[in-house]
């Protein structure tokens, strides 16, 4: 008893030992109010000061020290626990701080708010995953997904960007005028992205965002920064001045006119807003960006008296916004939309049923893709009614003959355009066929095959009505009437800006990005453009500085003497020639075989070409002689070769390499599809270049009796072609079979023959011989 007795106290002892070691490590491991450099009586707006400064101070990113991640560490800490009452009264009366506590679960009645540094850490106002807006979520951009889904979309409207990070105090402060401006900003149609720098470092740089939080803008895929104070009336202001300046027009009794009738030359229908508010709805501007390439946008304030007549005019009600859209006719609207409060998805709907002209001009392909798309099912046929036309007074009937058959006989399969033939002369010319400058198509694939019917000669007649529906009527029963088919040409781009114009637009865009980035950016970001610029400064200046002293230096020496005078005046009289002169009085020709495939052609060096003549046992003699008198003049340049393929033995080399050139093959199997039997090749001479996969094709002529006849070399000129086409082959004289090669090689030097590029060049090892 005595032993059980005695025990117990020593048990006692050695807890309460353990118990006091423990704090008295824990008091000087951790005082929040050193760390903190405060006194034990600070206020709490003392405390939260002195913590805001010593964050900045200490904070990673900023402060490079080697220990000023723990020491931040240390500081957030210290400020939680002197930020919270119960904590601060709890180290002040046991010297504990939560993460060091040696009275676990709760024994002396005391809170219990265990310090656990990973939980605390990341529940930091400032790092904190639950206390931010989880609504930020769903508008979190990635790198790939800004570039394949935002960038094009800023074309059609502009985007808002918040970039912020965990470590970021000032992002709390903007947290409310953030979500309130992304709620009505989503409202109207603008795009929301928010870069956690932590996450997407990639696509921050790739923005040019080096500091949260940053707000910008991205339209038509250029980045645009914010740069005043975060408040809404303020972003909404930058919002709107992202959007180009002359979007929308003002409308007045003086200019109506004038905006209405430029639908023809716009080829656009327009837009008339109405409403009694001074300056245009942000709602109206984002509409009018969303569609600029389909309507022309005009906005009339009802509160002017200038538009009084307008208003009488249209019958507008003064109550509510009314949007009108006018077509082809200006004194009556083709649709009509009047509503109290108009919402973005009403206004949407409205403008996309009405994009196009009852009759639109077909100015590119873009414009014919969306009015005459391609058939997908049976059921979604959609047919093109194409009126082929000019712009000339003496078509002007005929074509407003055309408008008012198609505003009578609209249907939804049925699309009714035009086109000008001097604007778009090769579509013009592909369907265009015993003069009907009126046609029916159907498309069939994206590449350009289409099915048409030529209907009449239009000159807007009676007659050519009645045949025109009819043939409408016949089409919607049987839609087999489309006899013809075509590989129709990619449209001419009518409204494409000039190459000045357009460089113009981008030298002022790269200025201003200039401009805005000296005004805005600190000094320090500024450094590489800076020395940049100073640089080309430098050595412009010294450029100038020893022209000059160059000058001055020749303008004291003496004149030239008599003998270097005679020597210039040679050197301008001598003749000057592009080519060099051969360097030999022979031509080297290589037979190309599976031995020298490889070097000749497959590996041949960049920039260089085998000039290689086809030929056969019989004509090797005579072709190889004409050759080399033909390309002599050639052989002074170091980037051509000459090889010889015999066609006897490598015949299917050659078919399989025109296979791969599909449109040399075509050429080439012009004259043998007539007869259905295999091809001569004899005569034939390929330009290969192995590097860059593609060869220009010559072929033989027959100018034995008339040395002026057109040449049908592989040039495009289709006409050449034609007229020896009925002539045998079997008439042509193997010796002047190469008269005109020599015409050829000066093209070829030029650049101006057309060229055939194939996927890889065939194995001639691997084909097998024809005999």
């Not at 020298?596 to 046992?617: A, F, W």
């Not at 996969?693 to 034995?704: D, E, N, Q």
């Not at 090689?745 to 650049?751: N, V």
Request: some cysteine.
């Amino acid at each position: 008893m005595a032993g059980s007795k005695m025990s117990v106290p020593l048990a006692v002892v050695v807890v309460l030992s353990v118990l006091l070691t423990g704090a008295t490590h824990a008091g000087p491991e951790m005082d929040p109010y050193k760390i903190l450099g405060v006194t034990r009586s600070a206020s709490q707006a003392e405390i939260k000061k002195v913590y805001k400064r010593l964050a900045k101070e200490w904070h990673p990113d900023k402060n490079k020290n080697p220990g000023a991640e723990d020491m931040f560490i240390k500081i957030t800490k210290s400020y939680e626990i002197l930020s919270s009452e119960d904590k601060r009264a709890n180290y002040d009366r046991y010297g504990q701080t939560d993460d060091t506590q040696p009275y676990g679960n709760g024994r002396y009645g005391q809170h219990q708010d265990t310090f656990n540094f990973d939980e605390s850490f990341y529940n930091f106002p400032f790092n904190s995953k639950t206390q931010r807006d989880f609504a930020d979520s769903k508008y979190t951009l990635h790198f790939k997904q800004y570039v394949n889904d935002v960038v094009p979309d800023s074309s059609k409207r502009p985007y808002l960007i918040k970039i912020t990070s965990d470590w970021c105090f000032s992002c709390i402060h903007i947290e409310p005028v953030w979500k309130e401006v992304v709620e009505e900003m989503e409202t109207l149609g603008v795009g929301i992205g928010v870069v956690d720098v932590g996450n997407e470092r990639r696509l921050a740089n790739h923005l040019g965002a080096h500091r949260t939080p940053s707000i910008l803008g991205v339209l038509n895929g250029k980045v645009t920064f914010f740069h005043y104070a975060v408040a809404k009336e303020h972003l909404r202001q930058f919002v709107e001045d992202l959007l180009p300046q002359r979007l929308v027009e003002w409308v007045t009794d003086k200019n109506d006119l004038h905006f209405l009738n430029s639908w023809h030359e716009l080829n656009k229908p327009h837009v008339l807003l109405f409403d009694q508010v001074p300056v245009v709805p942000l709602l109206y501007k984002l509409t009018a960006f969303a569609y600029k390439d389909y309507l022309q946008f005009g906005y009339v304030d009802q509160g002017l008296s200038e538009t009084a007549n307008l208003q009488k005019q249209f019958n507008i009600n003064t109550y509510a916004p009314t949007m009108l859209i006018f077509k082809e006719s200006t004194d009556k609207p083709a649709d009509i939309i009047q509503a109290k409060g108009m919402k973005k998805q009403i206004i949407d709907e409205f403008v996309s049923n009405n994009k196009f002209l009852l009759v639109p001009r077909l100015v590119n392909q873009k414009l014919f893709d969306e009015l005459c798309p391609v058939k997908q099912f049976h059921r979604r046929r959609k047919y093109c009614v194409l009126l082929m036309t000019g712009d000339e007074e003496s078509f002007s009937l005929g074509n407003q003959a055309f408008l008012s058959f198609a505003s009578t006989n609209t249907k939804e399969v049925v699309r009714f355009a035009y086109v000008y033939q001097r604007l778009q002369q090769p579509l013009c010319d592909t369907l265009m066929q015993n003069k009907d400058s009126v046609v029916i198509l159907e498309r069939r694939n994206a590449a350009g095959k289409a099915l048409f019917k030529p209907v009449t000669a239009w000159n807007g007649s009676e007659e050519d009505k009645q045949c025109l529906l009819e043939e409408l009527e016949r089409l919607q029963k049987d839609p087999s009437i489309l006899v013809h088919d075509a590989m129709l040409p990619e449209l001419n781009n009518e409204f494409a800006s000039m190459f000045v114009i357009r460089w113009i637009y981008a030298c002022y865009d790269y200025l201003s990005e200039v401009i805005d980035d000296i005004l805005h950016n600190n000094w320090r970001e500024m450094m590489p453009l800076l020395s940049l610029i100073f640089s080309a400064l430098f050595i412009l200046f010294g450029t100038v500085v020893i022209q000059a002293f160059r000058f001055g230096c020749l303008t004291h020496t003496s004149r030239p003497s008599k003998l270097v005078k005679q020597r210039i005046k040679k050197a301008k009289d001598k003749p000057k020639n592009t080519n060099r002169p051969p360097k030999k009085n022979f031509v080297e020709v290589t037979e190309l075989t599976d031995i020298t495939y490889m070097s000749n052609l497959v590996k041949l060096r960049p920039g260089h070409i085998n000039i290689v003549l086809v030929l056969t046992d019989a004509s090797k003699n005579i072709l190889l002689s004409k050759f080399a008198k033909e390309v002599y003049s050639f052989t002074g340049s170091l980037t051509l070769h000459f090889s010889f393929l015999n066609i006897d033995k490598h015949g299917e080399w050659m078919n399989t390499l025109l296979e791969y050139a599909q449109d040399a093959m075509q050429i080439g199997a012009d004259e043998g599809d007539a007869g259905n039997h295999e091809m001569d090749y004899t005569g034939y001479v390929l330009a290969l270049n192995g590097h860059k996969k593609y060869l220009c094709l010559f072929k033989p002529v027959y100018t034995g009796e008339d040395l002026d006849s057109k040449s049908s070399e592989d040039e495009g000129a289709t006409s050449g072609g034609r007229s020896n086409r009925s002539r045998s082959l079997s008439t042509l004289q193997i010796h002047h079979k190469l008269d005109r090669l020599g015409l050829w090689m000066e093209r070829l030097m030029e650049g101006t023959l057309p060229r055939y590029y194939i996927p890889t060049w065939p194995g001639l090892d691997k084909i097998t011989p024809s005999k």
